[in-house]
């Protein structure tokens, strides 16, 4: 089936550097990568709408300069949170429409300390 | 305002019980209605999906039962396990690659 690589599963920072979190579409081609930030025992809420080639499409109260989101070939989107501050500790999971519905990463756990 | 309402937003279920999720959608535009499961730490895995051409569709011990007039759709699953215990999102989408609109989710617990 269809599968969405998501790196790293897990990150630890230190509050003020950057973190890079990459997502992978194994065997299809993601014209569309969705961003999604999950807090504990919330439902997911979108950030950004990546599409290849071009500018991605932040949802209204997400920082663009802050949640960086690159999609620079058809199998591969990042999302670098940059000056991480503690209140972005999250769970934050990418997707894309894999031709036969939407496929999920497993998420990137990103504590900031 | 939210487009999908799912309810309930807990649900303790016996072993061999069913468990029926509930989500209610506004948009008459929407014709996709997955529902995905998640286990904690993980991504969202798809389970079953329906589109509004059918009423029902069954997968395993899974169902989803969509009622186009009510604008309202569910999962049942039946014979639940323990293992089954998870989140459960229903989502609803429109045709042309947008993003999923989701239930703010139900927490499933099955006991033995």
């Known amino acids: 089936g269809a599968v969405v690589s998501q790196h790293p599963s897990r990150v630890i920072c230190k509050s003020g550097t950057s973190v890079k979190i990459e997502c992978r579409s194994l065997?299809?081609?993601?014209?569309?990568m969705f961003w999604y930030r999950q807090f504990p025992k919330q439902s997911l809420m979108l950030m950004a709408t990546?599409?290849?080639?071009?500018?991605?499409?932040?949802e209204q109260g997400v920082e663009k300069d802050k949640f960086l989101i690159n999609h620079a070939s058809l199998t591969l989107s990042t999302l670098t949170v940059t000056s991480a501050h503690p209140e972005d500790s999250s769970f934050y999971i990418c997707?894309?429409?894999?031709?036969?519905?939407?496929?999920f990463g497993s998420g990137t756990r990103l504590t900031v300390v | 305002q939210q487009q999908v309402k799912q309810s309930p937003q807990s649900l303790i279920v016996q072993k061999g019980g069913i468990s029926i999720i509930n989500c209610a959608y506004e948009?008459?535009?929407?014709?996709?209605f997955p529902w995905y499961q998640q286990f904690p730490g993980k991504g969202p895995a798809l389970l079953i999906a329906?589109?509004?051409?059918?009423s029902e569709k069954k997968e395993g011990r899974f169902t989803i039962s969509f009622n186009k007039s009510a604008k309202q759709f569910s999962l049942h699953i039946m014979d639940s396990q323990p293992g089954d215990s998870a989140t459960y999102f229903c989502?609803?989408?429109?045709?042309?690659?947008?993003?999923?609109?989701f239930g703010k989710g139900t927490r499933l617990s099955v006991i033995a």
């Open positions: 989502a609803a989408d429109t045709s042309g690659n947008t993003p999923l609109v």
């Open positions: 948009n008459t535009a929407f014709d996709y």
């Open positions: 065997d299809f081609q993601a014209t569309t």
């Open positions: 329906i589109r509004p051409d059918v």
């Open positions: 990546s599409n290849e080639g071009s500018k991605a499409t932040y």
């Open positions: 997707s894309a429409d894999s031709g036969v519905g939407y496929t």
